[in-house]
Structure formats: C-alpha cells, structure tokens
C-alpha cells in the first residue's frame, strides 16, 4: 500500500504565499506523474499543476504564473508553492500520483487533502 500524507495548508491573506507538500511512503513502489487538485464544496475537483515524473508540467489556466509544481525524487515528494494567493484560491488541496507497483500495474492514489483559505 502507499500512502500520500500532504502538509502546508492554513490560512493566509490575499497576496501572500504558501507551500504544500505531499510526501509518498509505502514500500516497492515507483512514482509516476504527481499532480495537485482542489476542490470547493458543491464543485467538481479541478486539476491545479501536474508534473511528470521527467519534470514536465502542466498547469490549470486560473494558476498559472502564480502556481509553482516541483518534486524530490529522492525524498518521494511533491510541492506546490502558491503565491498571489486570491480568495477564489480557497478549495481543499489534494495530492495525486500515479504508481507503479511490482506487478506492473500503475494505480491511482489521492493524499487526505489539506484546506487552504484565503481570507482577510
């Protein structure tokens, strides 16, 4: 089994910065692309930023130039560092990675989701 276990969220003013994390453990296991989803009650969750596992990326439109996706490849983790936030920010953070496991076949994770709010 893997796990992903995402830190970082909290609440901040507009215009200010956050980084989140997500850190994968489990044993025999190889990451693939990782990414990072939100979502608001009553909405369908969205893709933020997603990043490969070659470091391509790929972000939603609403973030970009704002949103910035990296991972650690030794330490299993991937981050999102968030600056300018703006209230429309506001959303449960989830973390997402595809995984290869030792029979070959590649399953889809989601991390508890972390709650980023964004509020004077």
């Known amino acids: 089994q893997v796990q992903l276990v995402e830190s970082g969220g909290g609440l901040v003013q507009p215009g200010g910065s956050l980084r989140l994390s997500c850190a994968a453990s489990?044993?025999?296991?190889?990451?693939?692309?990782m990414g990072w989803y939100r979502q608001v009650p009553g909405n369908e969750r969205e893709l933020g930023a997603r990043?490969?596992?070659?470091?391509?990326?790929n972000y939603a439109d609403s973030v970009k130039g704002r949103f910035t996706i990296s991972r650690d490849n030794a330490k299993n983790t991937v981050y999102l560092q968030m600056n300018s936030l703006k209230p429309e920010d506001t959303a449960v953070y989830y973390c997402?990675?595809?995984?290869?496991?030792?029979?070959?076949?590649?399953?889809?994770?989601w991390g508890q989701g972390t709650q980023v709010t964004v509020s004077s």
């Open positions: 997402h990675a595809f995984v290869g496991r030792p029979s070959g076949k590649v399953v889809a994770y």
């Open positions: 489990g044993s025999r296991f190889r990451l693939n692309a």
């Open positions: 990043i490969t596992s070659g470091g391509s990326t």
